[in-house]
């Protein structure tokens, strides 16, 4: 039976107590720093990559398929990625939950700076044949291991170090920084795709992989001197305490297994798949319908982009503060609301080829689902689970509605568009998503103000 949520029984959390003292602030806002940088890093490759697949790796590494066929391998490519994070969530949220935040903050934006700048490295299929797109899913495999963690980390570090009355606002730095990567991405590539196109398939498209191990190095640099959170130092006291006292109680208790109250865990699956699909049909699918099938400049899905990422410095915030004054269920539930009715007359504006409609039709998209609901997200996620195993279940769950959704929808999009030659079922498709996350707020607790350092899940 479904529980509601328990709160802060003080009026000062131990995060709020910490924000009183200098060393706290400092701490806090050198986590909140790293959190915005590392997600900004992680969604910068991840819309390279989207933007690259879209508009450039058809003619690089699949330039002997169809325009349609093109855009599907480069799909597919972009899929491999999302198998990957499940597998370096779990592992990697194994490694947090024992070992602490900090280890895993370092170790994901060293492996995603790597294999983000090899893939700029990686000869075309001109040069080496079908080594090329092997390399390209080897490196786009290693990439999603880090970013299967780095979400989710950086959702926990700051949802832990927040405030409680102020959590929704400043969790959603996450989605802050998610917005920033792909502003930085639509930048570069609005630079970018302004090259003669000779020039731009020979070497142009790898300047944005490439630069992008500068931010990888800033990132690394500011972790190396994070301290751990202070729901985790206590967890950390409190499992010390103990073990002094009742060694057997505590093997016991950290013995405990993972699928233990596992209803927290399918809900955040059913609320990430209602967010994730529609925000890569979004940024991702739309944006090679529009260059590759609808055959308009490049420029126009790509300023889309830019336009909606420059908004979402606002929608964010706005929707964490939102979930902080009203709660987080009835926000959610209104962003996957408008979502279900989104697709069908977006996919209308996009078939005008009117470029002023088209890039409206593409910023309302990511307005509602790359931002407005993801900003709501991050602290319903941080809050729906227990500190045993908030950051394994949270990562998991998260990346396992991202395979489940955004990491195979714009791979079904367009097989659906090759098979059928409409639009019409990827709009079903598109709004069934939305639905499965407007069903699972009815279904999920409010946790709005809930004490993190409980050791058991919300439901």
């Known amino acids: 039976m479904m529980t509601s949520a328990k709160t802060e029984a003080s009026p000062l959390s131990p995060a709020d107590q910490r924000l009183n003292d200098r060393a706290g602030r400092k701490a806090f806002w050198r986590a909140t720093f790293s959190c915005w940088l590392g997600t900004a890093m992680e969604y910068a490759d991840f819309a390279l990559y989207g933007l690259a697949a879209g508009l450039i790796f058809g003619d690089v590494f699949f330039p002997e398929a169809s325009p349609a066929m093109a855009l599907l391998s480069s799909f597919a490519t972009w899929s491999v990625g999302f198998i990957a994070r499940p597998i370096g969530a779990l592992f990697f949220g194994w490694l947090g939950d024992r070992k602490g935040r900090k280890v895993v903050m370092i170790t994901t934006i060293i492996l995603m700076g790597v294999s983000t700048t090899l893939i700029g490295a990686i ?138 109250r596992s209803r927290s865990f399918w809900l955040m699956v059913g609320l990430r798949i209602g967010e994730n699909g529609p925000s890569y049909l979004a940024q991702g699918f739309m944006v090679g319908y529009v260059a590759k099938v609808l055959t308009m400049d490049k420029t126009v899905p790509t300023t889309a982009v830019f336009i909606a990422s420059f908004l979402g410095f606002l929608v964010i915030p706005f929707a964490g503060w939102l979930s902080d004054r009203f709660g987080r269920r009835i926000t959610y539930r209104g962003f996957c609301l408008l979502l279900m009715f989104y697709a069908w007359p977006a996919f209308m504006l996009l078939e005008s080829r009117e470029p002023a409609l088209v890039i409206t039709a593409i910023v309302v998209g990511m307005a509602l689902a790359s931002l407005g609901i993801f900003g709501v997200q991050a602290a319903w996620g941080v809050e729906m689970f227990g500190v045993k195993h908030r950051y394994t279940k949270m990562a998991v769950a998260k990346e396992l509605g991202s395979i489940l959704s955004g990491g195979t929808a714009p791979l079904l999009a367009a097989a659906m568009f090759s098979f059928t030659g409409h639009w019409w079922p990827i709009a079903l498709y598109f709004s069934a998503m939305a639905a499965i996350g407007f069903i699972t707020t009815f279904l999920a607790p409010e946790t709005r103000g809930r004490d993190l350092n409980l050791t058991e899940d919300a439901v």
């Not at 290693?142 to 009355?165: N, R």
């Not at 102020?166 to 609005?190: D, F, M, P």
Request: charged content about 15%.
């Open 123 to 260: 000869p075309g299929y001109d040069t080496i044949g079908l080594w090329a797109p092997a390399c390209l899913v080897l490196l786009r495999f290693s990439q999603g291991l880090g970013a299967g963690a780095e979400l989710s980390g950086g959702t926990v570090v700051l949802g832990e170090y927040a405030p409680v009355t102020r959590r929704g606002l400043v969790a959603s730095v996450i989605a802050l920084g998610s917005n920033s990567g792909t502003l930085l991405a639509s930048l570069v590539w609005l630079a970018v795709i302004q090259m003669d196109q000779q020039q731009l398939l020979e070497w142009g498209w790898r300047i944005p992989f490439l630069s992008s191990a500068l931010i990888a190095l800033a990132a690394l640099w500011i972790r190396r001197h994070l301290q751990e959170t202070p729901v985790f130092a206590r967890r950390q006291a409190e499992q010390r305490e103990m073990a002094a006292k009742y060694k057997e109680e505590v093997a016991c208790e950290t013995s405990g297994s993972f699928w233990q």
